[in-house]
Every structure is written in C-alpha cells, then in structure tokens.
C-alpha cells in the first residue's frame, strides 16, 4: 500500500490532481461566458445557465455507471478513455454555431467527464493506506478547486479576447497536455480486486449504500452543499456584470480566484480531521460556507469578494471531509460509493438553480443568499446528526 509521502504517492497524487483539473476546467468553461451566451442567442439568465447545468446534470447519471464498470473492469483504463473522450468533444464545441448544438455537445461531454470523478476516490482507496488517503483526498479535491479557477479564467479571458469558440478550442489544447501527463505519471493499479459485474449486485450495492445511514447522511450534505454552491456563483456573474459593478467577462473570470481559499480548505481538511473528527469538520465547513454569504451582502464588490472567499474554504473544507468520511465507511464497493455521493453532488449543481431562480427573480442577490441559508441550516443540522453517531460508535466501542 502507498504511503504517505513516498515518491509513488506524490506521483500518483499529482496525476489524479492534474486529471481533476481538466475535468473541472472543463465543467466551469462556460461560467464567465453565461451573459455573453445570454446577449448572444437572446436567452435569459436562466436558459443559458443550461450551458452549465446540462453538463453537471448528465456527468451525475453517468456516475452510477463508471463506478460499478470500474469495480469489475479496472481504475486507470476508465479514466484514461473518458479523458480522451473529454478532449474530443471540447474540440467540437470549438466549431458549433447553434445554441442547440452547444447543449448537445455539452450534455455529451457530461458523460465523459464523470468517468475520472467516479473512479478517482476509489483508486486512492485500493491502493493508498488510510492516512495516506485522507491526505490524497484533500489534494485530490484541491485540483477540483484549481480546475474550478482555471476553466474559469479561460473562460473570461480568452472568451472576451478571442470569443466563445476560441475558448473551446483553447480548452481542448489545454486538455490534451493533461491527457498525456496523467497517462504517464498515473501507477497501475496493484491491489485492484476485480467484481463481477452483475446487475443484480450492482443495484443491491447502492441499496446498501442508500440503505447505510453515514453514507447517505453525507450523500445529501454533499449534493444540497453544492447545490447552493455552485448556484451562488452563476447567480454572481449577472450581479456583477450589470450596474453599479459593469464588469466585463474578463473580470468576472477573475472573481473565481476567490476559490483559491477553496483550494487550501481542500489540502488542510485530512489534516483538521485527525484532530476534531471529520463529522466536526463537515459542520465546521458548513458553518463558515453561511457566514460567507451573509458577508456577500455587504454590497461592495470588496465584500462580494471576501464573503466568497469565505464560501469557498468552507464549501471545501466541508466537501473534501465528506468525501473521505464515505470512502472510510462504505463497506464494501467503494467505487459505487464514491460515485453516489457525487451523484447527489452533480444532481444538487442541477436543480440549484431552478430552486434559487424564484429568490433571484423575487428579491435579487439578496433573495439568493436567504434561499441559501434555508437550505444550509439543514445541511448543518444534518452533520450534526453526524457527530451524534460518531459519538455513540466511540462509547460503544469504549464499553465493548
């Protein structure tokens, strides 16, 4: 097993850090470019949030099929062939004209993109000790977060430069270096136990999952987590690209470095979870992910960007723990495991918008931040229940 901090587990970190970024990058693209795509086809906020939100939605389904694949089939071979698959339909989309044929491409680039989300967690989990893991998780998470800021950097910079298409084009060229260094830097699997692939025991495994009350505990924080999330920030970029703040796609793209602090939450959250627990650290996150956005209310574009820097470390402190704390407790599968908790992760960035869009049309900015506090007292409450689980495992266990 792979140790923490061997030259194997730096190898096979970064690989799986690199390939999360190009996923992400690829997931976030189009954010920065939601009111250019507005302006361009006559759509409103909503309709051309789709871009995004096909995407995310058609990435969740697909995981419940690369996770299962990949415990009969293998980890590396998957991710391998899903990113190549990823890179070809963003070339694509450099070179459609209709608005129709960017949905398309988009709900089919989702599919590809769920393979390496799916399998990642899980590789870690067969190959990688438990304290190794905790910490891979964390800086596995952190590429999620750097991929998050570069597809939208991209997106904003060389989308205002060179326009939409260029940008897909651009993305596509950034992904395949991505490709080739994943290829090589990733280790083969060497303690992958193949499963049968069985209908009947692909789907009595997720009822076990479903039916174990941690994992389906977390499977809900994660997905009604980033389900406000993910939201905020779509809703953010028709806040500052209208009056007083009149920014331009370029510097909404820069509004995405808030994530940065997303990024250390990510790389630190093993580390906290050691010492308080990673029910308390979930909680935490949540905790300070509401604070945030109550700062964003400031009405200053300084406060805009702190409260979302604040989002951000929570959002990811709170999400990597919780991604973890599933990989530890599934019993059995862990691949499906994984791949349900971001079922309900990608599922939640879907319907976020359609549940935040009355608030938006109803109350603005402000509307959305009182939205999502109703949605994250639950999410709060739900780690807490978390933590008063874990406290009786310890006492049973101390008396047993």
Excluded at 279 to 285: A, D
Aim: with cysteine; hydrophobic share 50%; charged share 10%.
């Amino acid at each position: 097993m792979i140790e923490v901090n061997s030259s194997v587990f730096w190898r096979g970190t970064l690989a799986l850090v690199i390939g999360s970024f190009m996923v992400f990058a690829n997931v976030y693209v189009t954010q920065p470019l939601l009111p250019m795509i507005a302006n361009e086809f006559s759509i409103s906020p909503l309709q051309a949030s789709a871009s995004f939100t096909i995407t995310t939605l058609t990435l969740g389904i697909s995981l419940l099929f690369y996770g299962p694949i990949s415990d009969a089939l293998g980890r590396k071979g998957i991710m391998v062939m899903t990113m190549v698959g990823i890179t070809l339909t963003t070339f694509f989309l450099s070179l459609v004209q209709s608005y129709e044929s960017l949905l398309a491409l988009r709900a089919l680039q989702g599919f590809f993109l769920a393979g390496l989300p799916a399998i990642a967690v899980a590789y870690l989990g067969d190959e990688y000790t438990p304290e190794a893991l905790m910490v891979a998780v964390g800086l596995y998470i952190s590429g999620n977060t750097l991929g998050g800021i570069g597809g939208r950097l991209i997106g904003g910079f060389v989308g205002e430069w060179l326009g939409r298409s260029a940008t897909f084009g651009v993305m596509s060229a950034i992904s395949l270096v991505c490709l080739l260094a994943f290829f090589f830097l990733l280790p083969k699997s060497q303690h992958f136990e193949p499963k049968p692939l069985r209908v009947g025991h692909i789907l009595m495994n997720m009822k076990d999952h479903l039916q174990n009350r941690r994992l389906l505990t977390c499977y809900l924080i994660g997905g009604f987590s980033f389900f406000i999330f993910i939201n905020q920030y779509s809703y953010v970029t028709f806040v500052l690209e209208a009056a007083p703040y009149n920014l331009t796609a370029k510097y909404v793209g820069l509004l995405f470095l808030t994530y940065l602090s997303g990024t250390l939450g990510s790389a630190i959250s093993g580390k906290l979870a050691k010492r308080w627990s990673q029910p308390n650290i979930i909680v935490l996150g949540t905790c300070i992910f509401m604070f945030g956005s109550l700062v964003t209310l400031g009405g200053s574009l300084m406060a805009i960007i702190i409260g979302l820097l604040i989002n951000s470390f929570g959002f990811f402190l709170s999400h990597s723990t919780a991604s973890s704390y599933v990989s530890r407790n599934a019993k059995h599968a862990k691949a499906s495991a994984s791949s349900l908790y971001l079922v309900f992760y990608y599922l939640g960035a879907s319907m976020g918008g359609f549940y935040l869009d009355p608030f938006w049309q109803a109350n603005g900015w402000t509307g959305v931040i009182m939205g999502s506090w109703l949605v994250l007292g639950v999410v709060a409450l739900a780690g807490v229940s978390l933590i008063k689980d874990n406290k009786r495992t310890v006492q049973i266990t101390a008396t047993s």
